[in-house]
């Protein structure tokens, strides 16, 4: 096996952040959904960045598309200065070149195939192909180590998830050796772990290919005219046929005793993966030095609460089980179990529960705020309710299935 710095050094990244982000609707309606903001301060793509420079990678490329200037003003300002050109080190965004036609790209691996130039000119040994917007810990270096070890011209990182659960996914069959033998999209009567009853196998969007097998199939794929030009559809299944593909089995670098691996492509999802990180034990852990989770950070003043008068009427600046990022003011409001990110503020009187402000929200005097997603900007008025009549938030905003209201500057208060 090649020594782990050569391993590196020869392997290229290829992040795919050109998602339209449909079902995350109208937290997309500006900007793409790898830019969305998540926890606070950071922006969805920027968990997958981490498990790169963490793992030790260095050059990547990042394929954007669908409104793309928000990300790529937080690429540019928060990791292109964190690469050396000098070390041979990048980190680059491509939109669609039109090298192939003029078209968008139509799917995963015609993202990769309409950019094979890349390839042809750096020559990596393998490539690393990711999304950028999945939340997730995960050392690239040890899968890198894997495929090598198996070698086979692909690897697909694959997580563990309830068999009950399997028909929202892309599950992978298996043999006894981790050999894949089957790709199914979304099964009622998903395929099971040898030996682990109950337990299946769900493709991360994660691979690893040789090079220039990579190319040969993408040649291929790209002649099919009823092909998806995706890689779980059709490159993938069709490699398999061909040769030995292995699943990888996903190591979690959270430290948590659940593996943590979230797709948040609904509102649901994405509500429910930030509510993850303020319970009192998060299952999700953005507090480890050891694997840090870098973004491009503004300069803010401190977060701070104001008012301490307990007398009855007083005002009350009080925040509850919740993670307050830089510039915040509470002043005279009541925060509980809620991701307040930076530069909002919450007056008097007002009160927020069980939900997600992003940035530069002002929530007014009096106002409620109860399981709802605040977009950036917004002014809540005073005296304004959200989240407690599910009939009049229909009325003003987009609502989830299970009852969030998601709030943007253009909907009526």
């Known amino acids: 096996m090649r020594r782990r710095e050569v391993l590196l050094k020869d392997t290229l990244a290829i992040v795919l952040a050109g998602g339209q982000g449909e079902r995350l609707f109208p937290l997309t309606k500006d900007r793409s959904k790898p830019a969305v903001p998540f926890g606070g301060q950071y922006r969805i793509v920027d968990f997958t960045l981490s498990n790169c420079l963490n793992s030790g990678l260095r050059k990547l490329y990042v394929l954007t598309q669908y409104k793309s200037g928000s990300l790529e003003r937080h690429l540019q300002l928060g990791w292109s200065p964190l690469f050396s050109a000098e070390l041979d080190e990048w980190l680059y965004t491509v939109p669609p070149q039109l090298r192939v ?178 319970a009192v034990d998060p299952v999700f852990n953005l507090y480890d030095d050891a694997w840090p989770i870098r973004t491009h950070q503004r300069q803010f003043g401190p977060a701070k609460t104001v008012f301490a008068q307990e007398e009855p009427g007083g005002r009350l600046g009080i925040v509850l089980d919740s993670l307050v990022c830089g510039g915040v003011i509470v002043s005279g409001g009541r925060v509980e179990r809620s991701v307040l990110s930076p530069n909002v503020r919450v007056n008097s009187y007002a009160q927020v529960s069980d939900s997600v402000l992003m940035d530069g929200v002002d929530v007014g005097r009096r106002a409620r705020v109860h399981r709802a997603i605040v977009d950036k900007g917004v002014r809540i008025p005073p005296g304004c309710v959200i989240g407690e009549d599910p009939e009049d938030d229909r009325r003003r905003f987009v609502v989830t299935d299970s009852g969030i209201a998601v709030v943007n500057r253009d909907m009526p208060m």
């Open 101 to 278: 036609g003029q078209r968008w790209y139509e799917g995963t691996a015609d993202a990769v195939f309409q950019n094979v130039y890349l390839l042809e000119r750096e020559r990596p040994g393998q490539v690393l192909i990711l999304s950028g917007d999945h939340i997730y810990k995960m050392n690239y270096r040890s899968l890198l180590e894997y495929h090598e070890e198996k070698g086979g011209p692909a690897t697909v990182c694959a997580v563990e998830v309830a068999s009950s659960e399997a028909s929202a996914f892309g599950i992978l069959g298996v043999d006894e050796d981790a050999r894949i033998r089957a790709f199914v999209e979304k099964p009622e009567d998903p395929p099971e772990i040898p030996g682990r009853e109950g337990v299946s196998l769900a493709n991360m969007g994660v691979y690893v290919f040789e090079t220039e097998a990579l190319v040969r199939v993408l040649s291929e794929d790209a002649k099919r005219e009823r092909s998806r030009h995706d890689f779980g559809h059709d490159i993938l299944p069709r490699l398999t046929d061909e040769a030995s593909i292995y699943a990888y089995p996903f190591v979690d670098e959270n430290r948590k005793t659940q593996l943590y691996w979230r797709d948040v492509g609904t509102l649901d999802a994405y509500y429910e993966a930030n509510m993850d990180l303020v």
